[in-house]
């Protein structure tokens, strides 16, 4: 049986990236105290870093993700309240083997960069932000062929890469299990993620 834990992040920190798994009991250990007892508290889903703005998203083809199906997932978000840039779209390119630009979600094929069980996984994200002010400076989602065409699972991915960590609520969006998770979006509006960013901002000054 495959185990379907999705996604990982990674701190920036200037130019060094540190690549740091994201499961669900760890991931509250690197957010501030107040803000972690909130959300242990509400049980609420949570952000860990955050976009100042917009990201722009490029779709490398060769990641079998089609044009469609990028449309329809980032949809699911946009009725959430979210915004999202220019979509590029790629048939072969230097930021499709290189990991993506800056201000930009990028969805590629799994290659051998990444240090990860891509066996046991439809697919993962890395994420890359300032670990001081916690904001979000490119992601990268990558996928393997199956995960493409798999029900939920780039939803799942962009909702790594817009910074929310796992929630293993039953039928929920974010949970770590795709054969537990759904397409519940509870705690995720826009609104949610603007409360979660004045708190992580509050409490890391």
Known sequence: MVFLCFGYQAEAIASDFISIP???NS?????PADFKEKVIRKRVPFIRSYWISPPDIRLCLSSGVSVVRLRKALSYWERLGY???VITVEKSSYECFSGGRYGEITILLFNSSVNFDFSSHLAVTQV??????KHIMKAQIYINSYGSKKERTLEHEIGHALGWAHYN???HIMHENHN???HDSTGLKRSAYNDHIEDITNTSD
Request: no cysteine.
């Open 22 to 24: 994201i499961h669900e």
């Open 83 to 85: 915004e999202f840039g």
């Open 169 to 171: 609520r039953r039928y």
């Open 27 to 31: 991931d509250l250990e690197s957010i």
């Open 180 to 182: 537990f998770g759904g």
């Open 128 to 133: 890359y932000y300032h670990t001081s002010l």
